[in-house]
C-alpha cells in the first residue's frame, strides 16, 4: 500500500458515512449495469474508480464504529452497523464484478443494445470542456434538465465524487459529468458540455432469439436491486421493520428472477454458434444474486429487533427524510386512481419509489419499480415513498393507512 492509498481516520457521524455508502452503492448499480446494457467500457472504468472510493468509505465507517463503542454495550448495538459495512463490500464488489464483463469481454451479445426497450434511458459520462457554456455555472443556471430532459446524476472532479448534486452545484472544466435521458437531449448535452459530437453506437440486428426478454431481465434485474439496496439502508437509517420486511421480499423475487433468467441463458446457448458468447450473462445472474443477498444482510438487524445504535438514532431524528411503507385502503383517495391523477407528488412531496402489488388467484405477486404518473394503484397494493415527515403524514392518509406510517 502506498502513502496515498492510506485512509486516515476523520471525525464523522456513523449515519454520514453510512448515507454516503448507500448513494455509492447505488451509483454503482447503475453504472455497471448501464456499461453492461451500452456496451460502454467509460461506464465500467468509472464504476471501478468508485469501486475504490467505496473501499476507503469501508474502512472510514470501521474507524467511526471503532471510536463510537465506549463500552460492551455500545459494541453490541454497534455490531449490526458493522454488518450493513460488510455488505456494502459485498454490493461493491459485485458491482466491480458486472463491469467486468464489458472490460474484460468476459462473453456477451454484442446485439444487446439492439434489444434494449426504448423506454431504458442511456447513461454517458461527458468531460466538461475549458470552454463550454455549462463552466462555472450551477445546474440551475444551465437550465439542463428542464431545456433537454436530461439529468446529471452524478459527476466526479478528479478523485472526488459529488453523489446527488443539486440546482445549486457549480460544475467547473474539467469534471466528468454522468447524464441520463433520451438520445436526442443528450446529443444535444453532451456536445454543448465536451465541445465534440455525440456518436450513437450502431445497434448490431438482434442474433440472439427472443434477446428482448434476456434484456428486460437485466433491465428488471438492475431496478430490483438498486431498489433493494435503497431500501434496505433506509430500515436501517430510519429504523423501520416494515421496509426491512420489504427487502426480504425483494430478496425472494431477485432469487425467482435469477433462476428464470439462467433457464433462458442455457436454452439460447443451444441456438447460438458461440455459447461462450452468453457467458457475461451468467455473471450478471450472479452478481445480482449477491446483491440482493447483500440488501437483506444490511437490513437484518432491523429484521431482528435490534435498535440503532444512538448515534445513529439521534441523527436520524435530526433528518427530516423517511422511507415509508404504506397500504392502500379499500375507498381511500388513491384507490383505483393514479399517480399522475391526484399529483401525488405535488400534493404530499413524497417519491413513490415502488408498487407491490398482492398476490392474485395464481399466487404470484408483482412489483412495480420506479412507478410513472400513468400507475394506477389498487387497494390492497403496498406503496412504498421517499419524503419528508410532513409528506408521511399527508400520503398516509391519501391511501387511508395513517397506522403504517413509521415517525
Same mark, same amino acid.
Given at each position: 500500500m502506498t502513502p496515498e492509498d492510506r485512509v486516515a481516520y476523520e471525525p464523522t457521524s456513523v449515519k454520514a458515512v453510512l448515507a454516503e455508502m448507500k448513494d455509492t452503492a447505488e451509483l454503482l448499480i447503475d453504472l455497471s449495469y448501464s456499461a453492461v446494457l451500452h456496451g460502454s467500457a467509460d461506464l465500467a472504468g468509472e464504476v471501478l474508480e468508485l469501486e475504490s472510493r467505496m473501499d476507503q468509505l469501508q474502512l472510514q465507517a470501521r474507524m467511526s464504529v471503532m471510536m463510537a463503542a465506549r463500552s460492551p454495550e455500545d459494541a453490541e448495538e454497534l455490531a449490526p452497523v458493522l454488518g450493513v459495512i460488510g455488505a456494502a463490500e459485498k454490493i461493491s464488489d459485485a458491482a466491480g464484478d458486472i463491469a467486468k464483463v464489458v472490460l474484460e469481454e468476459v462473453g456477451l451479445p454484442d446485439a444487446i443494445r439492439a434489444a434494449l426497450p426504448e423506454a431504458v434511458e442511456t447513461l454517458v459520462r461527458a468531460e466538461l470542456a475549458d =470552454?463550454?457554456?455549462? %463552466? $462555472?455555472?450551477?445546474?440551475?443556471?444551465?437550465?439542463?434538465?428542464t431545456e433537454t430532459g436530461v439529468r446529471v446524476i452524478a459527476l466526479r472532479?478528479?478523485?472526488?465524487?459529488?453523489?446527488?448534486p443539486d440546482a445549486e452545484t457549480t460544475i467547473e472544466p474539467g469534471d466528468t459529468?454522468?447524464?441520463?435521458?433520451?438520445?436526442?437531449?443528450l446529443r444535444t448535452v453532451y456536445e454543448a458540455a465536451t465541445g465534440e459530437?455525440?456518436?450513437?453506437? =450502431?445497434?448490431?440486428? %438482434? $442474433?440472439?432469439?427472443d434477446l428482448e426478454r434476456a434484456v428486460d431481465s437485466v433491465v428488471l434485474m438492475k431496478n430490483m436491486s438498486e431498489l433493494a439496496v435503497d431500501l434496505a439502508y433506509g430500515s436501517v437509517l430510519f429504523n423501520s421493520e416494515a421496509v426491512a420486511g420489504e427487502v426480504a421480499e425483494l430478496e425472494a423475487e431477485v432469487d425467482a428472477l435469477k433462476s428464470r433468467f439462467e433457464a433462458w441463458t442455457l436454452r439460447a446457448a443451444a441456438r447460438v454458434e458461440d455459447p461462450v458468447s452468453l457467458r457475461g450473462l451468467v455473471h450478471l445472474a450472479s452478481a445480482t444474486e449477491v446483491i440482493s443477498d447483500a440488501a437483506l444482510e444490511i437490513s437484518e438487524g432491523v429484521l431482528r429487533g435490534l435498535d440503532a445504535h444512538p448515534v445513529v438514532a439521534e441523527a436520524v431524528e435530526a433528518s427530516d427524510e423517511v422511507i415509508v411503507r404504506l397500504s392502500v385502503a379499500s375507498g381511500s383517495e388513491l384507490a383505483d386512481a393514479t399517480l399522475g391523477e391526484r399529483t401525488v407528488k405535488q400534493e404530499t412531496g413524497m417519491r413513490v419509489i415502488a408498487v407491490r402489488r398482492p398476490a392474485g388467484a395464481d399466487g404470484d405477486g408483482e412489483w412495480v419499480v420506479s412507478p410513472g404518473s400513468g400507475t394506477a394503484l389498487r387497494a390492497g397494493d403496498?406503496?412504498?415513498?421517499?419524503?419528508?415527515?410532513?409528506?408521511?403524514?399527508?400520503?398516509?392518509?391519501?391511501?387511508?393507512?395513517?397506522?403504517?406510517?413509521e415517525d
Open positions: =470552454d463550454s457554456a455549462y %463552466a $462555472g455555472r450551477t445546474l440551475a443556471d444551465a437550465n439542463v434538465e472532479r478528479g478523485t472526488e465524487w459529488l453523489l446527488n459529468l454522468f447524464l441520463r435521458g433520451g438520445e436526442e437531449g459530437s455525440y456518436v450513437q453506437p =450502431d445497434a448490431p440486428t %438482434a $442474433g440472439v432469439e403496498v406503496v412504498l415513498a421517499k419524503g419528508t415527515r410532513a409528506g408521511a403524514e399527508r400520503l398516509s392518509r391519501l391511501v387511508g393507512d395513517p397506522r403504517e406510517f
